[in-house]
């Protein structure tokens, strides 16, 4: 399981706006009678580190996208906007990204196929 935090808005007029995390802490998840236009987060430089476009009442981001540290992140409904923070409290362990080369190519026959393409 993830070492992640999220510190909801409590603001009544965010109320509309579910934001809570999964059983395992690994997907912020965002749920709304309204649409949920945009979703982005502001680094401790001021930018936006994260910028989606959503239009649609509800939303998963994996958490896994988020370096270590403070992400306020805000969700745009417009005119208003949802500010809550999530704190991932440990890096997100690294996936063997190692894949077999026999997973990675085709079955298919490249000279097979480029016969096929000449004679269409």
Do not use: C
């Amino acid at each position: 399981m993830a070492n992640v935090e999220l510190k909801p808005n409590t603001n009544i007029q965010a109320a509309g706006l579910k934001h809570y995390l999964n059983t395992t802490k690994d997907t912020l998840i965002l749920k709304s009678d309204k649409k949920i236009n945009y979703l982005y987060s502001i680094n401790k430089d001021h930018q936006r580190a994260l910028e989606l476009f959503i239009n649609a009442n509800s939303y998963k981001l994996a958490l896994n996208q988020l370096p270590k540290g403070k992400h306020v992140l805000v969700a745009v409904q417009s005119p208003m906007r949802i500010i809550f923070v999530v704190h991932v409290l440990e890096k997100w362990p690294v996936a063997n990204t190692e894949t077999p080369t026999r997973a990675r190519t085709s079955s298919l026959d490249f000279t097979e196929l480029a016969s096929t393409e000449q004679s269409h």
